[in-house]
């Protein structure tokens, strides 16, 4: 399975070098099926275009809206193939089988039933699958599955089709130190394990969706991230720290291997996050389940909240409790809490959108001490101010001010030896919105 990505897929030219990639892999033997995303900045722009007419969109809507992108590339890919000789067919998520849940805009795939695309395969015809979509098994109205989303359909076929490996063409090649836009002398990794990329995807690393990532530990299917605009080599997303491809070992047999591998680098990562915002709660009265309250109604308004801080002062008795959560869900959240400030009493209520996350990931964090000192004192000497820490075992993150993230990524990068001295990174499009 191979899935292209909307940078590479940005008008004609860029469809029609994609055909030709496909057809040599089919030439090259392959039984292909492929995945594609909208063509450049479309999502976005269809977006934008439905906050034009309606502040507040249905989520049915929307959803319907925003897959008409991803049709629009499978179709223009498909005539592109026909082009070259070859016969392919154009589904969309629900043609292909894709069911999820009925959550619009974050729907989780629940099942996949390729009948169609097998049929087609056989066939002789190269299958093409709208990604980032599917339908709702209860309501059967067509879903979107999040931001990003194409990375996890694709996985999600490899491992309903049995395929041997899923390749994620993007506009870089492969997934690097750190991300190459803001760092170019960040390193391609060449391995990187399920549950370090999870993090990495967790922290922002855009590069794969987080679920894609799920998918792929979940079935054991090895990943192969790469530049659809080069020939190279990319990074293997893999369970066994071993060869890249080997898609057979044992789950046990890899995370022994992982743990075995004492060559590996303590610090495999930087990823930033500039899609947050916080809310603070000041002058909480200092009362047993006053926290429960606020983070229960929180919940209940589907928000997923990701940093907490609280602190009490000595001398009011009060407390404040800081949170992290997505920007866009910024609004609901302030409703749902001006609604239930005088039940708990608390003083006031403060958003801020001005900040960013940065995170440095590495499965050595666990047996080496002082790598968050170390973090600290990178930041501290850029003269960037912490905000707020969570740590995990193989991760450490700190909100910053917005206008310090991409010096706070420079100079960590820099500070754990990531930088690369004789090769810069190479962004090849995309405008990286
Ligand atoms: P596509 O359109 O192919 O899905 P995306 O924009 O979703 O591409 O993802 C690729 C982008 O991810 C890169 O252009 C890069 O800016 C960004 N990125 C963020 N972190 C990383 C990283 N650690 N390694 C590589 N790319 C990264
Ligand atoms: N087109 C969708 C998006 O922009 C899905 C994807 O690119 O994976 O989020
Ligand atoms: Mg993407």
Redesign the pocket.
Known sequence: VQ???????ADANGIKRVAQRIVATRKAGHGVVVVV?AMGDTTDELHDLALEVSPLPSGRELDMLLTAGERISMALVAMAIGNLGFEARSFTGSQAGVITDSSHGRARIIDVTPGRISSALADGAIPIVAGFQGVSQDSKDITTLG??G??TTAVALAAALGAQTCE???????????????VPT?K??PRISYEEMLE?AAC??????LRCVEYARHYSMPIH?RS?YSSREG?WVTQASIAGGSGGSSPQASTDAEENAVDQPIIT????DRSEATITVSGIPDKVGAAAKIFRMIAGASINIDMIVQSTSRTTGRADISFTLPRQDGQAAMTTLRGIQDEIGFESLVFDDRIGKISLIGAGMRSHPGVSADFFGALADSGINIRMISTSEIRISAVVDAADLDSAVTSTHRAFGLDDGSTE?V????T??
């Open positions: 899935k292209y990505g909307g940078s590479s897929l995303s931001r990003g194409s990375d994620i063409y993007t506009d870089v090649d492969g997934i690097f130190t750190a991300d190459p836009r803001i960040a391609r990794i990495m922002g690393a855009k590069v794969l969706h991230v659809s990074t990562g930087v990823a930033h990174a962004v090849y499009g995309g990286g919105r």
